[in-house]
């Protein structure tokens, strides 16, 4: 089997294309759709899977153009039994088609078999699922994430491993010190170490980092000390994590990371729908916005530093 393009480098390239480092996030609730297709799907979850596939294509169809990369969250769907996971399929196709590229929110990571069996699912056109890239957690170990590096390897695909994560609580783990150092720092040694056989010709591996930007002084350490490790920015916007916070992770080129956002793209939807508005036009706003505030903060730190302006 011939190997697709490295991942990694799909996304520096994607990245460097639309000059704008941003994984927006699609986490549907009735919340965040309209009061009238909230109202319309009631308690039924059919009406409420076709109710989150529709918000979730006006979504897309918001962010054509402005962002590189999706990240579908898939809790939100499977909590709709069947229906939900057929919707989060026909998401992904959706997705891709409209040139993104697709990150599976699943932070899987179990053992053999049941290892192997999620990669399947998840890497697999047949199953439905077919992200090009997932969330997993290597706090197991190496062999939990085996299953997903062959096909990475094999087939192009990529990864972003829990390192960092944006929660409040990730320090009662994360900061627990061993030999010296926390947790979460021998985790992003590991991912590193991992991947480096994944590494494409922009010199990142397809094995990345999720590290949160509620967390600035870590990612920042993080990205000095793994200047190559692809990184998955998430709690920014909604969780508090600001431009200015994300963009000492971002290379010469500001590139290297994608920063994802859900709630801060999203919320613009239903308000923008409830008062008469158009729901994609406002997300196509939302994520200018957001994008515009990633190159204004990358250029102010480009200035204090001394170093050319080359977003």
């Known amino acids: 089997m011939m190997a697709k393009q490295n991942f990694a480098d799909r996304v520096i390239a994607r990245t460097l294309e639309l000059a704008s480092p941003i994984a927006a996030g699609i986490d549907p609730r009735p919340d965040l759709l309209s009061s009238r297709a909230a109202a319309a799907a009631g308690g039924s979850h059919v009406r409420l899977a076709r109710a989150y596939e529709r918000f979730a294509l006006d979504v897309l169809d918001g962010l054509v153009g402005v962002v590189p ?52 699912a998840h890497f697999g056109a047949a199953a439905g699922a077919d992200a090009d890239a997932l969330t997993v957690s290597p706090y197991l170990g190496r062999d939990t994430i085996a299953p997903f590096l062959v096909r990475c390897r094999e087939e192009g695909r990529g990864l972003f491993a829990l390192v960092r994560t944006s929660n409040p609580s990730a320090p009662e783990v994360q900061d627990l010190v061993a030999g010296g150092r926390p947790i979460y720092e021998h985790v992003a040694g590991l991912v590193e170490e991992w991947g480096r056989d994944l590494r494409g010709a922009e010199g990142y591996s397809s094995l990345g980092a999720v590290v949160g930007a509620t967390y600035p002084e870590e990612l920042a ?52 729908e409830d008062r008469g508005a158009s729901g994609r036009d406002a997300v196509h706003a939302a994520a200018l916005e957001m994008r515009d505030q990633i190159r204004a903060a990358w250029d102010a730190r480009r200035r204090a530093e001394g170093g050319p302006r080359e977003a």
């Open 221 to 272: 350490a993080i990205r000095s000390r793994h200047p190559r490790l692809l990184i998955l920015v998430p709690g920014y916007g909604a969780q508090g994590g600001t431009a200015m916070d994300v963009v000492a992770a971002l290379d010469a080129r500001a590139a290297g990371i994608l920063v994802a956002s859900s709630r801060g793209i999203l919320r613009a939807y239903r308000a923008a």
């Open 69 to 120: 990369a999706v990240k579908v969250q898939i809790a939100f769907y499977e909590a709709l039994g069947l229906p939900g996971v057929a919707a989060y399929a026909r998401t992904l196709r959706a997705a891709k088609e409209r040139g993104f590229l697709v990150i599976g929110d699943v932070k899987r990571g179990d053992i053999g078999p049941s290892s192997q069996a999620y990669a399947d």
